[in-house]
């Protein structure tokens, strides 16, 4: 390892592959627009199929089977179906789904960032494609 000018740790070539397999690891098993929001959700407790359609808002329920269906065989939920009539189907987070709480607490906070930092930057659009008055 190197150290630049500015004192940080350049990471050799070699360490820099394994963090991006890491990466990219990561982003296979939690790719797409609705699998973190579904862990995000399910974190606050079990639900029934409908109170997650209701909670992720935009997703469909052919879109919401099949990514729940994926993070079970991930191991990030378990869904328990109970012999009612009718059939009662709840899924709920594991323990393994946790390890990614940092993960979700830092992207949320993020994201408000980010969203705040494009309502500045409208408004200071807005400022200055107002004609001045006269």
């Known amino acids: 390892m190197k150290t630049g000018a500015d004192q940080e740790v350049i990471p050799s070539k070699e360490e820099c592959n394994a963090s ?3 990466i990219r690891d990561a982003l296979y098993v939690l790719n797409g627009k609705w699998k973190l929001p579904l862990i995000f959700t399910l974190r606050e407790g079990p639900k ?3 109170e997650i359609h209701k909670v992720v808002y935009g997703i ?3 879109i919401l089977s099949k990514e729940l269906r994926e993070l079970e065989l991930n191991g990030f939920v378990v869904r328990k179906v109970y012999p009612t009539t009718p059939v009662t189907v709840i899924y709920e987070s594991t323990p ?3 390890t990614l709480r940092n993960v979700l607490d830092e992207l949320r906070s993020w994201g408000f960032q980010h969203r ?3 309502k500045q930057s409208m408004r200071q659009s807005e400022t200055k494609s107002l004609p001045a008055e006269v």
Do not use: G, H, L, Q
Request: hydrophobic share 25%.
């Open 20 to 22: 991006v397999n890491a």
């Open 96 to 98: 393994y789904s946790c």
């Open 60 to 62: 469909t329920p052919k």
């Open 48 to 50: 029934r199929f409908n």
């Open 116 to 118: 705040e930092k494009i």
